[in-house]
């Protein structure tokens, strides 16, 4: 019921949006009307684009749980729009975006909505791994280009991928595949016990873990410690299931809300301070985690992502510096980063087949082909898979003087592409 | 949990009120908590600061809004008290923004404790603590001082105690202030404990209300025991099977309903 609440006041603000937008589209006619009426030329200077607009559905939660990852990544989108003047390949480049929320249902008519409703010419978003997976069939049909800005489930790169779908974000699989790596050979760490929110991203990640590292000679402790996804209560059972005296350190997969409440109960017990290594996937001490928890921060944490804040590469530092000015100092994350390049990659795209997206296969080939410096390092698609081929970046989570708690770049594992079955 | 409860209880056993707006009140309680703490890292100014503040709002909502609604029904309370629901979170959303925020627990609270051959964590106990504090004060207030009697009265039958000279109107904005800030006072409780967050109220909402339904309403005997079996029910179901832990409770819960359709220690309907 909430959520229906919900939605009417989301319909509500994106009805006051466009009235705006009305008005200011009825004064701009009224200007140039009564322009040519006093007999007046336009003299030289660039003109706006001239071809069809190019409508753009984003589809993204900005409720519920994921709502801030949703923001996040809309927010990206929008700054690089913004810095090529919102148009490419001579079209205007319009975002309408709709509520993802939480649950495939909503999800389901949130794509419905704009590629029905609004006609988009494109679909970018998807937050959670489920909604993305439920819309495949949808979009795939329809042919309809999109760009999955966030969901990790391998299948989409896999079995269910499409020659119309496209990933910007990271598979599940990528993250954790070299952590396994790095924590038998380069730690020296063999015996580590696996800690994960149970669903299917977290057991993607501990199953991709679990390969290299066993490969490399680690051996897995068990039993594994499962919470529930997401656990509202109390995480004391949970981390008394970490056998410290057993194992030299644990892998993690847990975000947000539950990554929070969990390292808090770990360090209150002393059970983080008695482990060789806690290490995990990247989202586990993302800065979201280490701002709401501060000193109870795993020091020392070893994690993979395809970014870190303390990047030090031109792209990054331009990107974080100009994120935080626009958004009234906002600290740009790894999901602000995925829309900045969501975006990048469909100008580059419309500017590569000049505004054509009617041929609807030229131009998923010309997405395909996109390749560019992003703030994460290198980015370009594999064509194996549509999913990104990016540098997995091993981070050991600090405080720095100047930017508090974070995570520094230890060792990265560049060109990281999903094996794709 | 207990706390929370026992509020909750009291106001829906008095005033026939069913108030949704419970859970938004311990959220209210975290933030504030959070709010203090950040300006003055001081946990126990929280602790006070808290349930005062939220008496006060308990008590302002009280006279403007719940006090027309009384023998209306429950239809326009429910409707009324969801609305409050999403105000709240809303205006939490919009002030703090969705992120999940946390605080550290008080200064000597953030270790561990041994005991029994087991490792806790100290704040936990202390949780444990201030809950039996509680219990044993409400308890205790409950059954021997005046106000306790005249709350039993206003429970046991309203007309009667309106005929006995007992200003109700007044009794009931307090009891009503005192059920936000008990609500207060678990928020802030439980925030170095669980994470903060919009949406921490629902959670924690639907435990209560399973909670007061199974010790029995307007009963705080019965928000004691409730607690207790919600509590272990909990815990156990999430170790032992993590995915049917919530539905391990509402088993429970409807187990003692056909036992004793009024609660455990509820009156006959």
């Known amino acids: ?421 | 949990m207990f706390l929370l409860a026992a509020g909750l209880s009291i106001i829906f056993g008095l005033m026939n009120v069913l108030n949704l707006a419970h859970g938004s009140f311990y959220m209210v309680g975290a933030y504030i908590a959070y709010s203090v703490v950040g300006a003055t890292n001081n946990f126990w100014l929280a602790l006070v600061v808290a349930p005062l503040l939220l008496a006060v709002i308990g008590a302002a909502l009280e006279l403007v809004f719940f006090r027309r609604l009384y023998g209306r029904g429950h239809l326009p309370q429910v409707l009324l008290t969801f609305g409050f629901t999403l105000v709240f979170v809303d205006l939490i959303r919009s002030q703090f923004g969705p992120t999940t925020r946390s605080i550290p627990p008080p200064h000597g609270l953030g270790g561990a404790v041994e005991l029994l051959g087991a490792t806790f964590s100290a704040y936990s106990l202390f949780v444990l603590a201030v809950a039996i504090v509680v219990a044993v004060l409400l308890l205790a207030g409950w059954r021997s001082l005046r106000v306790g009697a005249v709350l039993r009265a206003g429970v046991e039958d309203k007309e009667m105690a309106g005929l006995l000279g007992i200003n109700l109107p007044r009794v009931f904005t307090l009891t009503f202030a005192f059920g936000a800030g008990l609500a207060g006072l678990a928020g802030v409780i439980a925030a170095p404990e669980f994470a903060i967050y919009p949406g921490m109220d629902a959670n924690v909402l639907i435990l209560a209300l399973v909670v007061v339904v199974l010790g029995g309403l307007g009963s705080i005997e019965g928000a004691v025991l409730g607690s207790a079996l919600i509590g272990l029910g909990y815990v156990i179901g999430t170790s032992l099977f993590p995915q049917f832990a919530i539905g391990l409770i509402f088993a429970l819960m409807a187990a003692v309903l056909v036992v004793r359709p009024s609660g455990l220690l509820g009156r006959r309907i």
């Open chain 1, 1 to 421: 019921m909430a959520d229906e609440f919900q939605r009417y006041l989301d319909r509500r603000l994106a009805d006051r949006l466009d009235r705006r937008d009305f008005l200011q589209l009825g004064l701009t006619v009224a200007g140039a009307a009564a322009f040519v009426a006093c007999g007046g030329t336009t003299s030289g200077g660039p003109s706006g684009p001239t071809g069809p607009e190019f409508k753009l559905g984003v589809v993204l939660p900005y409720s519920g749980v994921y709502a801030e990852l949703g923001n996040s990544i809309t927010n990206g989108m929008r700054m690089y729009f913004d810095s090529v003047g919102n148009q490419a390949g001579n079209r205007k480049i319009t975002i309408i975006t709709a509520d993802e929320q939480v649950n495939l249902a909503d999800a389901v008519a949130a794509t419905k909505k704009v590629v029905e409703q609004d006609g988009v010419d494109m679909v970018a978003g998807y937050v959670s791994s489920p909604n993305a997976a439920g819309n495949r069939n949808y979009l795939d049909g329809l042919k309809m280009p999109t760009l999955i800005a966030n969901a990790g489930v391998n299948s989409l790169s896999r079995a269910a991928r499409s020659p119309f779908i496209y990933r910007t974000s990271f598979s599940n699989w990528q993250p954790a595949h070299p952590v396994g790596t790095y924590v038998a050979e380069k730690l020296g760490k063999k015996r580590i016990q696996l800690v994960y929110a149970k669903y299917g991203a977290g057991l993607e990640s501990v199953a991709s873990f679990k390969e290299t590292f066993t490969a490399s000679g680690g051996t897995i402790v068990g039993p594994d410690v499962a919470t529930p996804f997401p656990n509202n209560g109390d995480q004391t059972p949970f981390v008394q299931a970490i056998q410290t005296d057993k194992i030299d350190g644990i892998y993690s997969f847990m975000s947000g809300t539950d990554a929070v409440t969990f390292l808090k109960k770990a360090a209150e017990l002393g059970t983080l301070s008695k482990l060789g290594v806690v290490s995990g996937a990247g989202f586990f001490v993302e800065q979201d985690v280490l701002a709401a928890i501060t000193d109870a921060a795993p020091n020392g944490a070893i994690t993979g992502l395809h970014w870190a804040l303390t990047l030090t590469n031109k792209e990054n530092q331009d990107f974080i510096s100009k994120y935080s000015k626009k958004f009234s100092g906002r600290q740009a994350d790894v999901f602000a980063v995925q829309g900045f390049d969501t975006a990048r990659v469909i100008v580059d795209a419309l500017n590569a087949v000049k505004g054509n997206t009617d041929n609807k296969e030229g131009f998923m080939a010309a997405i395909a082909n996109v390749s560019f410096k992003s703030p994460r390092g290198d980015f370009k698609f594999d064509a194996n898979t549509n999913n990104v081929i990016q540098t997995i970046y091993i981070r050991k989570t600090v405080k720095d003087p100047k930017l508090g708690w974070t995570n520094q770049v230890i060792d990265q594992y560049p060109g990281v592409a999903d094996p794709g079955k």
